[in-house]
């Protein structure tokens, strides 16, 4: 009989121990190792009393019980504990044997560690995990990327763990190399914060502007739910707002609105910049939780600055037909945004990127999981080199029929001072996208009197560039043209 495990896992915090429970469920032995050891005792004692899974008391204990080619996922806090812990196991390891690092790491670190890694004759894997505690333990989504010629060794854990769509289908598969996977999940957390922020600025409308119960709104997030907006996020809503505290009231309403955030939404933002992509509608859901964290400046400026009393005079029941059709309408610019920023690096790092199956990975055990993305999977099936998701039949045809809605909402918010940052961007974003003249000749007009940066003209070919004395004070030499 062999008693070597499948599988090592390193770190034994929520999404650690949940993992090991659901490998071990699907027929894996797993050895477990915490640099406390007093957890992985306790942990043996507890959850994983009677279970197919070994503890180890040392990381050269781990390394011994594990069956060739080894296998051994590092879930510990990203940054240097995974540069440390994979430095502890390099010396312990033997060619071929495999590295997985399944934490939120920000990707450039894993187009690094691939490198450091394969240099030293092992494999590597950095994989996005997505579901939380509950996707862990019943099956997350998993975005594994890195060393591909690990992917057939890896592959049979991650695709029995993961979750699965209707058809059995398992929401896991080869990303690409080096950070693709990393990437992909730190795109599909900003998508999160972004429709995290649009359900919040939809709740916010109808607490302060339709001056609605939290179990008022309960049933319009219940019936949202099983319409086109069915989705994790809009259920959980649904959910939290019927929740009570033991005095019978809304716990929602006893919590500080003052937002955490963990760093994954403002990389988002960073690449985006580097990349030249307008991710608008991700980047106010990123500002937005920057200005929830000001709160006492918040509270003082209400007392000095005053802006309109709220005097909305809608139809209740038409509004919130409008606010789900503005809030259908500015998640599509959402995904349109984060695909457009996928396209962008799969280019930039020269990534092989499946869109279509990406939204199948995420349509099960993630946080932005929803039938919504059955929709942009078959979106890359009629059409795989499409440019923008906006210029699919099907959202191109959702959007603009949630125009007027969309426009009331934005509108009749702004008119009553509340604020809708990611619901007014996205807007602003597909105007802007739709707009076949922007006053951008302006701006280079500008930067040309102030810079001699020069500008191109509407009536020569593309690629030839002028400037201008504008003063009639400057000489003729100008700037070099580039794009940062």
Not at 117 to 138: C, F, N, P, Q
Not at 189 to 206: H, K, S, T, V
């Amino acid at each position: 009989m062999n008693d070597l495990s499948d599988i090592g896992l390193i770190g034994l915090a929520v999404m650690g121990e949940n993992l090991v429970l659901n490998m071990e469920s699907k027929g894996f032995r797993v050895t477990v190792y915490n640099r406390t050891v007093q957890k992985v005792d306790d942990f043996l004692s507890g959850r994983a009393k009677g279970k197919n899974i070994t503890g180890a008391h040392s990381i050269e204990e781990l390394v011994r019980s594990i069956a060739r080619p080894r296998k051994i996922m590092i879930m510990v806090k990203a940054g240097n504990a995974v540069d440390e812990m994979i430095n502890r196991l390099i010396p312990l390891l033997e060619p071929g044997d495999i590295i997985i690092d399944g934490g939120n790491t920000h990707f450039p670190d894993t187009n690094r560690r691939t490198a450091y890694v394969e240099s030293k004759g092992l494999l590597y894997i950095g994989t996005g995990v997505s579901g939380g505690e509950e996707g862990a333990l019943l099956g997350p989504s998993i975005m594994p990327g890195g060393s591909k010629a690990a992917w057939p060794e890896v592959k049979p854990v991650f695709q029995a763990i993961a979750a699965k769509v209707e058809d059995g289908t398992p929401c896991c598969d080869w990303v690409g190399e080096n950070g693709a996977g990393h990437f992909i999940k730190m795109v599909h957390n900003g998508i999160e914060y972004g429709d995290m922020q649009l359900i919040c600025e939809a709740y916010q409308i109808m607490r302060d502007m339709l001056h609605m119960s939290a179990d008022e709104m309960h049933l319009v997030f219940k019936e949202w739910n099983d319409g086109e907006l069915n989705s994790y996020l809009i259920e959980i809503t649904r959910d939290i707002l019927a929740y009570k505290d033991n005095d019978g009231e809304p716990l929602v309403d006893k919590i500080l609105d003052t937002a955490g955030q963990k760093g994954t939404g403002k990389w988002t933002g960073v690449a985006a910049l580097d990349l030249g992509i307008p991710l608008t509608l991700i980047g106010e859901a990123v500002f937005a939780r920057c200005l929830s964290a000001i709160k006492n400046e918040r509270v003082n400026a209400a007392q000095v600055l005053k802006g309109p009393e709220i005097k909305s005079g809608v139809d209740k029941n038409m509004f919130i037909n409008d606010l789900r059709e503005a809030l259908y309408a500015s998640k599509i610019v959402s995904y349109a945004q984060g695909y457009a920023l996928m396209k962008a690096a799969a280019e930039e790092y020269h990534w092989d990127l499946n869109y279509g199956g990406i939204a199948l990975m995420w349509r099960g055990g993630c946080i932005i999981r929803s039938v919504f993305l059955g929709k942009i999977k078959e979106a890359f099936d009629n059409n795989p080199s499409i440019t923008n998701l906006l210029l699919d039949p099907f959202f191109k045809n959702k959007v603009e029929k949630a125009q007027k809605g969309w426009r009331n909402v934005v509108s009749t918010a702004a008119l009553n001072g509340v604020p809708v940052p990611a619901l007014s961007s996205a807007l602003g974003y597909f105007d802007g996208y739709r707009c076949e003249r922007l006053p951008a000749n302006l701006l280079q007009a500008q930067r040309d009197y102030f810079g001699a940066h020069t500008y191109e003209r509407n009536d020569r070919p593309r690629g030839e560039f002028f400037h201008t004395n504008w003063t009639g004070r400057g000489g003729t030499t100008s700037s070099s043209t580039y794009n940062v």
